[in-house]
């Protein structure tokens, strides 16, 4: 299994920008996706969490801002970032819980990072 994310980048604050997490490999079922954040010296939170049933979960700072949405036929999971400002700054990371053909448990797995910056 391997998760891809892209759409980072440099935005000025008030800017949008658009993350993309694709999961290839063996699957059976995507049960949770969602974006991480991690910034320079600080752990790393939660964003947002969509179920396989498209219920979503966002951090209090991102709420109104943030939309988070899965397209379950490309195993894609996105983050739609508005009214970004500085305080989002961070590398951000996907994250799903699936299970795979064969056995009965869940599995985790983290994608790489993407870069989002908001600076003017």
């Known amino acids: 299994v391997q998760l891809q994310a892209s759409g980072g980048g440099l935005v000025q604050p008030g800017g949008s920008l658009r993350l993309s997490c694709t999961v290839s490999?063996?699957?059976?079922?995507?049960?949770?996706m969602g974006w991480y954040r991690q910034a320079p010296g600080k752990q790393r939170d939660s964003v947002a969490i969509?179920?396989?049933?498209?219920?979503?979960t966002y951090a209090d700072s991102v709420k109104g801002r943030f939309t988070i949405a899965r397209d379950s036929a490309k195993n894609t999971v996105y983050l739609q970032m508005n009214s970004l400002n500085p305080e989002d700054t961070a590398a951000y990371y996907c994250?799903?819980?699936?299970?795979?053909?064969?056995?009965?448990?869940?599995?985790?797995?983290w994608g790489q990072g993407t870069q989002v910056t908001v600076s003017s």
């Open positions: 969509i179920s396989r049933g498209d219920s979503a």
């Open positions: 994250k799903v819980r699936l299970t795979i053909p064969g056995s009965p448990y869940e599995y985790e797995y």
């Open positions: 490999g063996s699957i059976l079922n995507l049960i949770l």
